[in-house]
């Protein structure tokens, strides 16, 4: 079984900048692919950005596409989400997610992911 546990979510004025972090633990952790994804109030979950975990090749939405950085640290299985010029459309509940299934291709999916975290709050005021 694998952990994952978010934090350093918070309230940040738009334009401002704030950094998520997401820890694994549990079995030895060797996914294909971890992934950022996130909910606004009323709204479907959504796809954020995902890292293939060995190459750390990245793919963002378009909504945060050079805005928001993903980064992954295999020697601390850790993983970071840098969001910058924050928009108030940003706000949202923040998850990682985990995928051990996907060898290949990019993990955009919510179906792809075995593994999530609890979720961290991002709110951006105007």
């Known amino acids: 079984q694998v952990h994952l546990l978010e934090s350093g979510g918070g309230l940040v004025q738009a334009g401002g900048s704030l950094r998520l972090s997401c820890a694994a633990s549990?079995?030895?952790?060797?996914?294909?692919?971890m992934g950022w994804f996130r909910q606004a109030p009323g709204k479907e979950r959504e796809f954020v950005g995902t890292?293939?975990?060995?190459?750390?090749?990245?793919y963002y939405a378009d909504s945060v596409k050079g805005r928001f950085t993903i980064f992954g640290d295999r020697a601390k299985d850790t993983l970071s989400l840098e969001m910058n010029s924050l928009k108030s459309e940003d706000t949202a509940v923040y998850y990682c997610?985990?995928?051990?299934?996907?060898?290949?291709?990019?993990?955009?999916?919510?179906?792809?992911?075995?593994?999530w975290g609890q979720g961290t709050q991002v709110t951006v005021s105007a």
């Open positions: 997610a985990a995928d051990v299934r996907t060898r290949f291709g990019s993990s955009r999916f919510e179906a792809q992911y075995d593994y």
């Open positions: 890292i293939r975990w060995n190459t750390g090749w990245t």
């Open positions: 549990g079995r030895t952790f060797s996914p294909y692919a």
